[in-house]
């Protein structure tokens, strides 16, 4: 839809073409898809296509955030107008790439007088320059407009973080240790497990954009050691909210709420990654003394924080008939103790087994992911979340909770971005090369405003899904995939130019720029592989309308 005239006094009448033409860009090209998907039935016949369509898609819908942000705060809107040049013309190009497949022509996707004319001034070398000036005057630290209370606990979170959590980042990285229980007790006393989980619970239930600010702010001071620490608790939070019983919820959410447990999820298998659908982890129903229960064999991958944690929401198969798929997954919690290192094995007095080895990663260190072997590891029936409602409807309690943790994903990823913004213009304000600072360089400020500029769309992309998901979680979900399906990608892009103005310095671990930029990497992986997620999640709801 059209942006609305009235907008303009606001923001830069340039970013608005920009922003109509590519919306009719990607409307035309959904439009087409969905007929050659028959509305994503085809979906696996079509994956090139699909994945230019959903990312298009997504760039317009970060476009059309951020355009909407800069009316409630002027200062974006030089951000605005640059990010409206990046992303329109990388959406019309990844289009273009597809366009015989969908049946469009050239003046299919061709601009306006209007959006050539828009496009040619935002993407001028003299926006993007005076963009990077504002970065460097700020230190890398733009304004964003918030309410009085989220400005708060923003703050609240920022110093948090500078006190407690950056000045331990580069230790816990290089020693590959573990987050200490006195971080997790101080996070705990504010509340910061307990963002999702009602008031008469123990949370303070404050809201998905309250939980982004604070999961952003203790990922600029550490990935691992920080903002990930919230990650477990708000999906399994989530899935109890969503499907546990009454009992259930008041028995783990007020001790997750309060810290005195710590969550791991244990979904990934070994040969099992995105295909969720193919678990072969299985619980098997039986009796222990007396006691009705699960005994659960088989091994799990990429469950971080298993050894620490004291609860793994587990997801197995209940159902032996495996062409069951998804239907046949159930959600269990299972309660054991804490280790710390890297490796550890413990067991049920009647032989039951769960061990577990940390695989070495080269960031995201803090947390450890383990690799896991159960073997007859028994499980009462009460801790089949939702109980005999819940069996068979653990996948779909499970990607409850991973709508959140994708959320959360992107507040992640913009807070690993803003962290490396911010070393950067520290950097080449410092640092000179040919008699003069490095931040005088045109590219410099050129590369710094660019940078700027794509974090403004994907935190802009960001906290409009968690404005929609606190409005409805449900058609929320997919939105909540775009956010993260973008904001990882740019804390990719973002840190890696970082740390090549750096220079030489960028490459060693005495400095930051290079932990953000290994701890990136893994952003567009987990809590769903990029290419599934554009696939399977974005794609198929945009196609399906769903």
Known sequence: MPYT???????????????????RFVERALARAVVLTERGELIDDHQ??????????????????????????????????????????SLRERLRTVAPELGLSEPDLAWTADGAAALASCGAIDPVVQLGDEVIAA??????????????????????????????????????????DRLISEMAKLGFFGLSVPESLGGSA???????????ELSRGSLAGGGSLITRPEILAKALLAGGTEAQQRRWLPSIAAGERMVAISVTEPNVGSDVASLTCRAQAGELDGQAGYYITGNKAWCTFAGRADLIAL????????????????????????FAGHEFETAQPHGGSLSGKADHTPGYRGMHSFTLAFDRWFVPAENLVGEAKGLGRGFYLQMAGFAAGRLQTGGRACGVAQAALEKTAEYVTARSQFGKPIGSFQLTRHHLGTMAAKLSAARALTYAAAIAMDADERTAAPLAAQAKLLACDVAVEVTQLGQLLHGGWGYAEEFAI?????????????????????????????????
């Open 5 to 23: 005239s009235g907008m303009a006094a606001m923001v830069s009448p340039w970013a608005l073409a920009i922003c109509n033409d590519s919306a």
């Open 315 to 338: 997801l197995a198969r209940t159902d032996s008939d495996s062409s069951r798929g998804a239907k046949g997954l159930s959600l269990f919690v299972v309660e054991k103790p804490r």
């Open 139 to 180: 230190g890398g630290r733009l304004s964003w407009p918030l309410e009085e209370t989220l400005a708060e606990v923003r703050q609240a979170a920022r110093g948090f973080a500078e006190r407690e959590v950056s000045p331990m980042a580069d230790k816990l990285h290089r020693e590959d240790g573990l987050v200490s």
């Open 48 to 89: 090139v296509v699909v994945d230019r369509v959903a990312y298009a898609a997504t760039e317009q819908r970060a476009l059309r955030a951020l355009v909407d942000a800069a009316q409630v705060e002027p200062a974006l809107s030089g951000r605005a107008a640059v990010a409206a040049a990046l992303l329109g013309a």
């Open 206 to 216: 404050m809201g998905n954009l309250a939980m982004i600010l604070i999961t952003e």
């Open 514 to 546: 290079s932990r953000y930029v290994v701890d990136a990497q893994v952003l567009p992986i987990f809590e769903g592989v990029k290419p599934v997620l554009s696939l399977k999640v974005v794609g198929r709801a945009l196609l399906s309308g769903t």
